[in-house]
Structures are given as C-alpha cells and as structure tokens.
C-alpha cells in the first residue's frame, strides 16, 4: 500500500489509533503535520494522544542506515537517541511517527515514543515483493537444474514443499534444494566426496566450502527419513570425525580388535574400508554406559560370541554401513536395547530395516520382543524410560541371547 498525501490520515487509522479513538484536529506545522487523538462516546469524552507524522511523503527507497539499527515493525515502540536534527528529517520524510500518550486527566505525558512510519512502511513492503520475485525466480531456476538432472525419485520427493518441515522459513527450503542439487551433482561426478566438497563444487568463492556447514546434521537428517543413504552416494565424511564405540571381534585393512575392552572406530574408516566380525550375535545399544557396562563382562562376550555397537542416540549412515558389513561375517542375531520413549523406538525402527536375520528386542521386566509392531504397542503404554534404568548383569544377559 502506498502511503501518499491523503493516506497518510489512513496509515494512522489503521496502525496507531486504538479502538474507539478518532483524529479530532490536524494542525499543519511544515511538512510535519500534528493530530490530536480522542476517545469520544455517550459517555466519554477526552484527549488521549497526539501524533506528529510527514504531511508529504518523500520518493525514498532505502532505509537510512543508522534507523535499520533500531528494528522498527508495525507494532514496534522505540526511543530514539539520535539528534534533534536527525529525528525532524526522519519525521518530515515519513520513516517515522512521535506518539505521546496522555494521562486519565489529558494534559500530562503518559509515554512518548517513535513508530514505523508510513515511508518505511512502504519500502519495506517494496522490498518484500522484490524478494519474493527473487525467490521465485531462483525456485524456478532450481527446478529446472533437478529436472535436468534428472534426479532419482526420493530426491524429487525430499525437495517438495508439503513435505518438508513447516518450520523451515523460504531461505532454508532454497537452500536445501540447492543442497541437493550439489550433492547429487557431485556424486555424479566422484565416488568419493567429502562433505566440504558439495558447497566448495556448486560455487567457486572463497567459503563455499562452509556454505551448508550450518544445515549439516538437519539435512543429512532429513535425507534419511527418504531412504537417501548418503554412503551409498559417495559421502565418506560429514566435514567433521565422528567416533563410534564398540566391543567385540572386528577386523578391517588397517586393524583387528579383540573382546576384552571398549574400541573406537570413526566414521571415515568404515565408509572407506570393510569390517568382518566372528561373533554370531550383535548388539545394539542406544547408549555408551550400556556398552562400557558390558564391556568389562569379557567372559560373557567370550561365551556369547557378542559385539556390542554403541548407537550414541541414532543410526547414522556410517552406523548402517558398518552393521551391514558386520551382517555380512558371522552374526546369527540381532539383540536391539534402546531407550523406551518415541527416540528409542525410531532408532529400533531404522535399525530392523538393515537387518536379514532374527531379531530381538529389550523390553523392560525382561520382556523380549521379536516382532516390532508388538514392541509399540506395547510402549504405548510405558512411561518414558532410560535402557539404564534396567542394565542387569550377565546372568540377564544370558537369558535374552
């Protein structure tokens, strides 16, 4: 809406007056105009406001530096502390509108304080529709690089708008297509990528490189809920060395680890080389305390032939790799022990899907369940639960392999 001359009073109106208040005078002071603001009705009748705003608007389309610092909105009430000078010129031109608020008795001040004005108002909504065709300009130009690209069907699905979380803003929802044009663009072109590699590819600047760094997690996240595994495109490191825990038998190119103590691995060695194992039953636990636990019962691990994987709260890809490395040697059985809450159950979930073998999983009492629909139903009716709160010696262990 464009503010000029006689919607000046409109502006007003809309954005400053309360309800049941009315402009009563308007005095002309130069450019600026004054406005004396009632409340008038059968049985009220008292000034309540007066208002100075720019009687004529000035052809402005940028907002004045120093006035962006204060964060002015439609709603917003500022003190101002800038010179005397500064304030008249912003009140002439329209950036901004003085309200001083009376008291009951009408005459002393109750509050004095600036508003967005009316020309600030209208760049701002000028800015706004210039944005919006920007946005919709490079969307466009987005989808038709992934169409071009010819991009596999769950990419296609991912990069819809109705589908992604609501809480994205427009700018992230951009971004993330772009990430996923990079990503697959790249893995196109390499069979091995780092994570830094997709931003550095798409845009040759000094810090692309960093450009998705701050989506990392929540759009290799996202990925997954569509069966993306993004190991299987080529990404060997997420940009940053992530430990995995384990115990148990495991032999790769560059080492072999015995039961006997708690090991470490990172997810850059599982994505480049192969792990077998000799155990026959496989562990996989939410938490590290449970895995340090079992760890220090060697004889058990011994007796039950167990590798013990610590999931640190979720199934990464590197985590899914290496279980069906490991689903590859000798394992027989998988003993699945998590939280018992909604997280506990989405990691069960993801886990049973890599898994070509009978499966069991920890409920509390000693309960096993071999089925997991049976495990959520009867979650439901659990509280929510730490797997500590249940960790049980050997003898318990025994039982459930």
């Not at 464009?2 to 954005?15: A, L, P, R, S, W």
């Not at 466009?140 to 010819?150: H, K, Y």
């Not at 155990?279 to 938490?287: C, M």
């Not at 979720?314 to 998590?338: E, F, G, M, N």
Request: net charge neutral.
């Amino acid at each position: 809406m464009q503010y000029k001359e006689n919607n000046i009073i409109d502006f007003v109106q809309q954005f400053i007056l309360k309800s049941g208040e009315k402009i009563e005078k308007i005095e002309q002071h130069g450019n600026i105009q004054t406005l004396t603001i009632v409340k008038h009705s059968a049985r009220i009748y008292k000034k309540v406001a007066q208002i100075k705003i720019a009687k004529q608007l000035a052809n402005e389309i940028v907002v004045p530096k120093v006035l962006v610092k204060y964060k002015f909105s439609p709603k917003a009430k500022r003190q101002l502390d800038e010179p005397v000078e500064t304030i008249y010129q912003w009140l002439s031109a329209g950036w901004i509108v003085r309200e001083i608020r009376y008291n009951v008795d009408g005459l002393s001040v109750k509050e004095e304080v600036y508003r967005m004005g009316p020309t600030y108002m209208d760049v701002l909504e000028q800015q706004q529709v210039q944005d919006q065709q920007q946005y919709n300009f490079q969307l466009t130009q987005l989808f038709t690089q992934a169409e071009a690209l010819q991009m596999p069907q769950s990419f296609q699905k991912a990069m819809r708008f109705d589908v992604m979380p609501s809480r994205w803003n427009q700018a992230k929802r951009l971004k993330f297509i772009q990430f996923c044009i990079a990503f697959y663009q790249l893995a196109q072109r390499k069979d091995l990528f780092d994570f830094k590699e997709i931003g550095a590819t798409y845009e040759d600047r000094i810090g692309a490189s960093k450009m998705f760094d701050a989506e990392r997690e929540e759009f290799l996240a996202y990925l997954e809920q569509f069966n993306i595994d993004v190991a299987n495109y080529g990404l060997v490191s997420i940009g940053k060395i992530v430990p995995f825990y384990f115990a148990g038998h495991a032999q790769a190119a560059l080492a072999t680890y015995e039961i006997g103590a708690v090991h470490a691995t990172t997810d850059n060695a599982v994505l480049q080389t192969t792990f077998i194992t000799n155990n026959t039953t496989l562990w996989l636990v939410e938490n590290r305390a449970i895995l340090t636990r079992m760890a220090t019962e060697s004889e058990f691990l011994q007796k039950s032939n167990s590798f013990v994987l610590c999931l640190d709260g979720q199934i990464r890809s590197a985590h899914k790799q290496l279980i069906k490395q490991l689903l590859c040697s000798a394992i027989q059985q998988v003993l699945i022990w998590t939280d018992y809450d909604v997280a506990g159950l989405t990691i069960a979930k993801n886990a049973i899907q890599l898994l070509s073998c009978p499966y069991k999983i920890i409920g509390r009492y000693n309960q096993l369940f071999m089925d997991i629909s049976l495990y959520e139903q009867w979650l439901q009716q659990e509280g929510k639960h730490e797997q500590e709160q249940q960790l049980g010696g050997r003898e318990q262990w025994e039982t459930w392999v």
